[in-house]
């Protein structure tokens, strides 16, 4: 069973900052496209940003483009979500997710990835 393992989500002010890392221990998935994805309180899981395997092309929800910024280290193996300008509006539960297939298309699907993490809350306060 692969296991994504998102970090660094937590309390912040509106305003404030805070970076999502999320890392796939024993697995590479160095060829794949991944992305993030969030689930509001009482809402249904969203898009926020995609990436593709090379990290040549991204992909965002209107919501949040301009203020987050994905990335990705094949090397270490991790991809890595940077949130400014946090709004009330961002506090979810947020997913890292990996594409099912190598080489695929920066996709806002959710049935696009099968590979999950447990998900990080981050909560930004007013």
């Known amino acids: 069973q692969v296991q994504l393992v998102e970090s660094g989500g937590g309390l912040v002010q509106a305003g404030g900052s805070l970076r999502l890392s999320c890392a796939a221990p024993?697995?590479?998935?160095?060829?794949?496209?991944k992305g993030w994805f969030r689930q509001p309180p009482g809402k249904e899981r969203q898009f926020v940003a995609a990436?593709?395997?090379?990290?040549?092309?991204?992909n965002y929800a209107d919501s949040v483009k301009g203020r987050f910024t994905i990335s990705r280290d094949n090397a270490k193996n991790t991809v890595d979500l940077e949130m400014n300008s946090l709004k009330p509006e961002d506090t979810a539960v947020y997913y890292c997710?990996?594409?099912?297939?190598?080489?695929?298309?920066?996709?806002?699907?959710?049935?696009?990835?099968?590979?999950w993490g447990q998900g990080t809350q981050v909560t930004v306060s007013s």
């Open positions: 997710a990996v594409d099912q297939n190598p080489y695929g298309m920066v996709s806002s699907e959710s049935g696009s990835y099968n590979y």
């Open positions: 990436i593709s395997w090379s990290g040549s092309t991204t």
């Open positions: 024993g697995r590479s998935f160095r060829t794949y496209a």
